[in-house]
């Protein structure tokens, strides 16, 4: 008569609901709060691509591609990046003043004469998807 009885049976089995409940209760609250951080950088990522977009505004457009060429002529990663972050101010500025055309043809060109630069190419990928 040493066994278990009916009532530590029922009581190891709600143990057992209740570690999965938890678990499950754990496993969304860390979905939410990944959730917030991502929504937190996106916010952080537009405010400051608003403060870059505002910075490039009053400039001339062909300074501002020529010193995009220059970013990509360094051939060092932080060029890429600094040419990369250009561009995609660049098609965001486009896209607001209804020159999505000229930014399209402007691209393309760079495109070809940069073709041979693959880690550039990669941090651009998205940017020359649909015009």
């Known amino acids: 008569m040493g066994g278990p009885t009916q009532e530590t049976l029922r009581t190891l089995s709600d143990l057992r609901i209740r570690a ?10 860390e979905a939410v709060r990944r959730e917030a951080e991502r929504l937190q950088r996106k916010r952080k990522e537009r ?3 608003r403060v870059r977009l505002e910075a490039l505004r009053p400039r001339s457009e062909d300074v ?3 010193e995009l060429e220059d970013e990509i002529n360094t051939r060092h990663y932080s060029g890429y990046d600094c040419a990369a972050t250009l561009l995609f101010d660049l098609k965001a500025l486009a ?6 055309a000229r930014f399209s043809t402007r691209l393309d060109a760079l495109l070809l004469r940069h073709s041979g630069k693959k880690q550039f190419l990669k941090r651009i990928t998205g ?3 649909p015009k």
């Not at 999965?20 to 609250?29: C, L, N, W, Y």
């Not at 896209?95 to 999505?100: A, D, L, R």
């Open 64 to 66: 501002v591609w020529q």
């Open 20 to 29: 999965v409940d938890i678990r499950k209760e754990r496993k969304a609250a």
């Open 95 to 100: 896209e607001e003043n209804g020159t999505k």
């Open 127 to 129: 940017l020359y998807g």
């Open 47 to 49: 405010e400051a691509q």
